[in-house]
């Protein structure tokens, strides 16, 4: 998500968390905005250049303390991907990353959300072998971990 700098720096200043929350992330809706009027640009490259931003935007929004607006931010990436994409949506995994970011979601959600960010990953043609099992594992043990917690 953010570089290890930016997370110190917003974790131990509460002026850092204000600029980010007054400058930074307004700043960054422009960008996106900007982004989704170019023209000359294919739909699917203002796609994934709008859900860098708006990921960015999300890891801002979750070190600034503001949980609800991240996930809030990560469910309108999943819109914008999904008209873009329609039902082939699942065949990219920024989709499945995507979904398993929206795992700071409450305990029920989180799990759900993992199950979706597995399918994802196992229908996505962008990655390899070894990065699915990668991913597939990641979101699997996420789920485990959960549901632990739970017992």
Known sequence: MLFHGNKLMLEQNLSMKLMATNYVIPLMHDISRRMQG??????????????????????MEQLA??????????????LIMENTYGDE??????????LRLLGLS??????EYYKRAIQAYEAATDINDEKRE??????SDKINSWEQTTA
């Open 38 to 59: 170019l023209t000359g640009v294919s739909k699917e490259m203002k796609c994934e250049g709008v859900a860098q931003v708006l990921n960015l935007i999300a890891s």
């Open 65 to 78: 303390s503001k949980h609800e607006n991240a996930v809030d931010t990560l469910n309108n990436v999943l």
């Open 89 to 98: 949506v699942q065949t990219h995994h920024n989709y499945g990353y995507m």
């Open 106 to 111: 409450p305990k029920t959600e989180a799990i």
């Open 134 to 139: 990668n991913l597939v594992k990641t979101c």
